[in-house]
């Protein structure tokens, strides 16, 4: 079992940033690879954002490339994904995901482990 836990969102402003925080406890977080994803009412889940266990691969949605970094720090079990020039399509609830699978960045069907979310909202 994984325990996810988000938190750093909030009210911000067009072009604005923001920098969430997963930290995790339970199973051995360094052998999982970390994902975020959003969601916005009425619409599906769409991936944002994914590390490999290692932090030295990682995977981006074209609508957050370059705006976007995902990262984690393993001796602190815990995973970033920090937030630059923010737009008010990015506004959703933004949860973190763990998987175990054998890949460095795996399926979105393999996250198995889910946080509670932490809403995001940017104004303009």
């Known amino acids: 079992q994984v325990q996810l836990a988000e938190s750093g969102g909030g009210l911000v402003q067009v072009g604005g940033s923001l920098r969430l925080s997963c930290a995790a406890s339970?199973?051995?977080?360094?052998?999982?690879?970390m994902g975020w994803f959003r969601q916005v009412p009425g619409k599906e889940r769409e991936f944002v954002a994914a590390v490999s266990w290692s932090g030295g691969s990682t995977s981006y949605a074209d609508s957050v490339r370059g705006r976007f970094t995902i990262s984690r720090d393993n001796a602190k079990n815990t995973a970033y994904l920090q937030m630059n020039s923010l737009k008010p399509e990015d506004t959703a609830v933004y949860s973190c995901?763990?998987?175990?699978?054998?890949?460095?960045?795996?399926?979105?069907?393999?996250?198995?482990?889910w946080g509670q979310g932490t809403q995001v909202i940017v104004s303009s």
């Open positions: 339970g199973r051995t977080f360094s052998q999982a690879a």
């Open positions: 995901a763990a998987s175990f699978s054998h890949l460095r960045l795996p399926p979105i069907n393999s996250y198995s482990y």
